[in-house]
Structures are given as C-alpha cells and as structure tokens.
C-alpha cells in the first residue's frame, strides 16, 4: 500500500531525498554534542582547563548552529514532498473521476469522493511533511546513540533490554486498537460531508418548508457521530505518550540507581554517566518520535486504502470495442433493450424495448412519471450500458465508437439544468470553445435566448453564480439548449427541457429546431402532450416497455395510455 501511494510522489522524490540527507547530518551532528559535553566535563572541568572548556564550548555551539541550519532545510524539503504527493494524488483522483461512468459514479457517494479528495489525501500528505523528519531521525539517533551509549558502559546499556520490549509491546497493542478507528473516523467524516452537502444544495427546499430546525438537528447527530468516532481513535492514540513515559522516567531511574552505584566504585565517571544520560533521552526520544511516526502512518494506511478504492475503481464502460468511425447522421435504433442499474437487482428499468428512428426525425417520449424516460435517452451516448440488446447509431453498434466521438455527436439537454461559475459566454462555449459570435447569436435564437440576453445586466458577459442561481428556470432551460445547439450534434436530446418556459416560447423553439437544423434528429421527452404532438412519431413508455409508437392522429385514435394522458391535459390546455 505504502509503495503505491508513494509512487505518485513522481518528480519531488528529489526532495525526499534532500531531506533525508539533511536529517543523516542533523542527527550526526546532535550526537557529537553530548561526547563533547562529556569531554568537557572529565577534562575541562575536573582540571580546571579554562581554554579547554571555551574550545570545547566553541565546537558544541557550531554543531548546534550546523544542526540548526540542516533542520530548517529537511523541514523544508519534507514539506515541498508531502505537498507535492498530495497534489499529484489529488490529481490522480481526479483524471480517474472524470472517465467513471454513471454506475461508477453510483458506487460512491459525492460526500465520500470529496472526503477521499481533500481529508485523506491531507492526511497522507501531513504524514510525509510531519513525519519524514521523525522517520529518518529515529533510526539513525537509535542506531549511533545506542552504539555510543555501549562504548561509554555496556554494563548500564543492558537497561534497554528490558526497556525496548516493553515498548514495543505496547506500541503494537495501540496501532492494532487504533487502525480500525481511524476508517471509521474517515466515513464518519463521509456523513457529516454528506449531511452538508444536501443541506447546501437544497436550501431553498429547507426555508420554503421552514425546515431549518430539523436539518440543524440532522447535521448536530452526524456532527455527533464524528466527535465519538474521533473520540475514541484520538483517545487510543494519545495513550503512546503516556506510556512512552513511563518507560522512560522507569528508565531513568533504573539507570541512575546503577549509574550511582558504579560511580561509588569508581567504575564510572560523572561526566560518562551524564553523557550516557544524553544518549539515553536521545533514544527513548527517538523511540517516542518512531512511534508517533507508526500512528501516523496508521492513519495514513487508512487514508492511502480508500483513495486506493477510488483510482483502482473498474470502469465498467471503455473503449476496448471501439474502432476508429464516427457518427455520419444520426440513425438510432433500439433491438431488444433490456436494462437495470445494477447485476444483483431483481426487476428490469427497461424491458424488450424496439425501435427505430430515421435520420433528421423529431420523435417525442411521453410516459407517466418513472416509466424510465429519461435511462432510456441515457443510453444512447453510453452514459450507461445496456444489460441485454443492442443500441445502434447508423446501423453501429454504439460500443463500437469511442465514447468521446459519439458524445460529441449526440447533446443532451438534462432533466437538471446545470450552470456553471463564470458568464453566459463561457457557459455557451461549453458547447464548441472555438464557435464564433454568429454561430452563438444563432444557437441562442434558436433557444429564444435573444428575447433575454439583452436584458441582462453585462448581456453575454454577465456573471453566472454557482448553479445559476441569479437567472430563472426558464433562461437555464433556454442557456442549456443553446449550449446543447452549439455542439452541432447529429442528435439533439430535449430530457424535459422545457418544462420551466411558456408554451408558446416551446413552440418557438421547436419551431427554430425544424426550420434551422432540419438534418439533426431530435429527441423529446416531455410530459405535456402539446410539446410533442407536433414529432414525426411518439414513443409511448409505460413501466420500462414501449407501450405504443405512432403519430399524435395514430396514437389518439388507438393507444389507450395516450388517450389518458390526453384526456388529463386537455382541460385548459392548448392542444
């Protein structure tokens, strides 16, 4: 796990590197302080040697000032690495985001994929900026101080025998306790992403019900949930240090006692037991720092695990069939579609469903609500795949082209009109970057988006805030369109698009489709008869099958559905 994660490090491994060799120098050098400390002690101070005593003084002062200098660098060094794996995991993420399909998409949750972008990779990049310079100081002051420690008096040095098991007994008894929490934690924070994300999305919905009291409470119990999540992972981790204390004053003493004992004997100087002492606190400092590196590292694991899950996720959807043809005009034919979202589920969204549209063709989709209108139109540009049967463009199979070709030649207009942060331009060019103002003049005539554009504050340059919440439905159903319009598509899919505008703005519109892109087919779902009396043919889908396909005369006369739905709009209606 660690290797994968670290392997996105890339082009900063050079300032791991750095800061590796900055921390070697910087622990070698804090070694050479308490030897010098020792020497000035045995023979400066006990014969009185003024000069000594200043030389010695000197040099534990340059060490100090070199260690200094190289500290402040590998904590820089340390710092461009961290950030740099998190911004090229970040990215990694993101490219791998951006090719899942809609049932990729399904096996997460927004809320988890932003925490899996922003809290874990910071958790792993935390660890690399905090934990590098304990990581490569620990086992070196071990390694060095331990040796030294033996060579002034093996005798205290068996001290640690007894000490270190006992340290790393209870270091692995709290990474074993601790790691299942910090998951928790992690989708615990999932929640509370969650919790906020539909509170902030939907809160016109919340005012306009006067439901703030009971969003404040649903987010106080996932508020909740992380504090005792966290609670209890912070509350196992912390116990290191305690522990490692423990040790370490029993330690101390353990040595001062014997320490005391051989200096009574004349077997050990002063000087020697106070520069064993040092190297003593030097160890168990570094054994201290190791294990806050292991609980670091804890974390991290868990972190690395689920931005793992979402860079390894399989795309269900690829290009593995596809050939190098594109879409020539438009042709769409359905053979036996059979569709559900996922494999394990019992019931079909779509059953058995046949037809065939031409070239240039408008055909409307009518249905009662959840007759899977919507997954139908969604299958044409392979935003899911058929379970059973075949979707065909031109007589080809749509697998057979690569997606970014057949999304190119096929625009839908969603259900849920988006708008992007920028201005009306930039929104429109989301459509084709490169189009000309003629071209977006006549995208937006067609749209009937000229019978507002100038009323608009800046006209094309107006600001558009996040989810365009400063122009009405109608100017978003009117914005998207033009910017479907703009793609020059060989299939225009209308998904309830014009829902939010008058009848007679529809008829405009529709109007402008026929008369200015008569080659283009169109596809319209609409739940009102009167937006697509007018198609070549209706498709009638009544729980996930094709219940009838003829003209308004045809289908009037003769499909019973459509008599209702009819009958049901016909008070008050102009039909």
Known sequence: ???????????????????????AVEVVLELMVPLIMADLIDTGV??????????????????????????????????????????????????????????????FRVSSLVTRLTSDVTNIQNSVSTGMRPFGRSPVMLIFATGIAFSINSKLALVFFVALPVLAILLVAIILNVRPLYSKMQSAIDLLNRTIQENLTAVRVVKSYVRGDYETAKFEEANLNLKNESEKAFGISVLNMPSFQFVMYGTILALLLFGGHLVNRGQLKIGELTGFLSYVLLILNSLMMMSNVFLMMTRSLASGARIVEVIDEKIDMTDESAEDISVEKGGIEFENVWFKYKKEAKEYVLS????????????????????????????????????????????????????????????????????????????????????????????????????????????????????????????????????????????????????????????????????????????????????????????????????????????????????????????????
Not at 1 to 23: E, H, P
Not at 54 to 83: D, E, H, N, T
Not at 95 to 106: P, R
Not at 369 to 396: H, N
């Open 1 to 23: 796990m660690l290797r994968r994660i670290f392997s996105y490090m890339k082009q900063y491994k050079k300032y791991a590197y750095l800061a590796l060799f900055c921390i």
């Open 46 to 107: 006990a014969n009185a040697d003024e000069m000594y005593i200043y030389k010695k003084g000197i040099q534990m002062v340059c060490c100090a000032a070199a260690a200094l200098f190289f500290g402040i660098g590998s904590s820089r060094f340390s710092a461009l690495a961290g950030q740099g794996l998190g911004a090229n995991l970040r990215k990694a993420e993101y490219e791998k985001l951006q090719s899942y399909s809609f049932t990729n998409i399904d096996h």
């Open 352 to 575: 058995d469903v046949s037809f065939k549209i031409e070239p240039g063709q408008t055909v409307g989709i009518i249905g009662q609500t959840g007759s899977a209108k919507t997954t139908l139109v969604q299958l044409i540009p392979r935003l899911y795949d058929v379970t059973q049967g075949t979707v065909k463009i031109d007589g080809v199979d749509v697998r057979k082209y690569p997606m970014k070709h057949l999304r190119d030649a096929v625009s839908v207009v969603l259900q849920k009109n988006t708008l992007f942060s920028g201005t009306v331009l930039s929104n429109l060019k989301w459509g084709d970057d490169n189009a000309s103002m003629e071209e977006i003049d006549k995208a937006c005539h067609i749209a009937c988006v000229d019978e507002f554009i100038d009323r608009l504050p800046d006209g094309y340059m107006t600001k558009i805030e996040q989810g365009g919440v400063n122009v009405s439905g109608g100017q978003k159903q009117r914005l998207c369109i033009a910017r479907a319009i703009l793609k020059k598509p060989k299939v225009l899919i209308l998904d309830d698009s014009t829902s939010a505008v008058d009848t007679a703005t529809e008829a405009k519109i529709r109007e402008g489709l026929a008369k200015e892109l008569p080659d283009m087919t169109k596809i319209i779902i609409a739940q009102r008869i009167s937006s697509v009396r007018h198609a070549d043919q209706i498709i009638i889908l009544d729980k996930g099958r094709v219940n009838g396909i003829g003209t308004h005369e045809s289908l009037l006369a003769e499909n019973t559905i459509y008599q209702e739905i009819y009958e049901s709009q016909k008070e008050g209606a102009d039909l």
